[in-house]
């Protein structure tokens, strides 16, 4: 089973604050993506790489940052956190076949 | 405007019954679809993925496609407690080299013994 691995599981901040979630994936997958899941709202993608240096806009990119620093890691920064960026947040990574494969989570709340 | 409509919103079932959810796509180029089964506290999991027309089943789950309608369901027989879950249907997104998928609001599934 493919393994990717969310850090930390739970985060609060304050508005204003920095934030980086960090995800870490040992499958040797080119594709990793970051999701927010809200409810009804479902999952909704934030960015996405192909490799390492690589960034792909997603649908709901404002106010978030990301870098690929290598093929196994990928990372999610929030510079200025809003109350509207609390959210749970997913991590996944895919091979060529497509399928994605998903972390435990971040929840954050930003206060 | 949601491009992946999922209805029921919740659904309840008895164990040992069946179980049908329904997901729409808005756009015609949205043409590859996906289930995916999230447990409480737990990352999605892919289910089962379906590309072409008519049904395909995996174990007690069966998919089936509706291309001209864009339309998918999903049918879970024989329920257990363990189907208990938040459901997502999800297309591959052709505008991104089909990588990244677009996901619906789920449909909630509940169980009961």
């Known amino acids: 089973e493919a393994a990717v691995t969310q850090s930390p599981r739970n985060k609060v901040t304050v508005t204003g604050g920095n934030v980086t979630l960090s995800c870490r994936q040992t499958?040797?997958?080119?594709?990793m993506y970051w999701y927010r899941q809200d409810t009804g709202h479902g999952l909704r993608l934030i960015h996405y790489?192909?490799?390492?240096?690589?960034?792909q806009i997603g649908d709901v990119p404002d106010g978030y940052k990301a870098t690929r620093t290598t093929q196994e890691d990928f990372f999610l920064l929030l510079e200025l956190a809003s109350p509207s960026q609390t959210s749970l947040y997913f991590c996944?990574?895919?091979?060529?076949?497509?399928?994605?494969?998903f972390g435990a989570g971040t929840r954050l709340s930003v206060l | 405007q949601q491009k992946v409509q999922q209805s029921p919103e919740s659904l309840s079932v008895p164990e040992g019954g069946m179980a049908s959810l329904n997901c729409t796509s808005s756009?015609?180029?949205?043409?590859y679809f996906w289930w995916y089964r999230q447990h409480s506290g737990e990352g999605p999991k892919a289910l089962m993925?379906?590309?072409?027309?008519g049904d395909k089943k995996e174990g007690r789950f069966t998919a089936h496609l509706n291309k001209a309608s864009l339309h998918v369901s999903l049918h879970i027989r024989d329920s257990q407690p363990s189907d208990s879950a938040l459901y997502f249907c999800?297309?591959?997104?052709?505008?991104?080299?089909?990588?990244?998928?677009?996901f619906g609001t789920g449909t909630t599934v509940s169980v009961s013994p």
């Open positions: 499958n040797s997958h080119n594709y």
């Open positions: 790489s192909y490799g390492a240096g690589n960034l």
């Open positions: 999800a297309v591959s997104d052709p505008t991104r080299g089909g990588r990244a998928l677009i």
């Open positions: 756009d015609r180029n949205f043409q």
């Open positions: 996944a990574s895919s091979d060529w076949g497509h399928t994605l494969y």
């Open positions: 993925s379906i590309f072409s027309d």
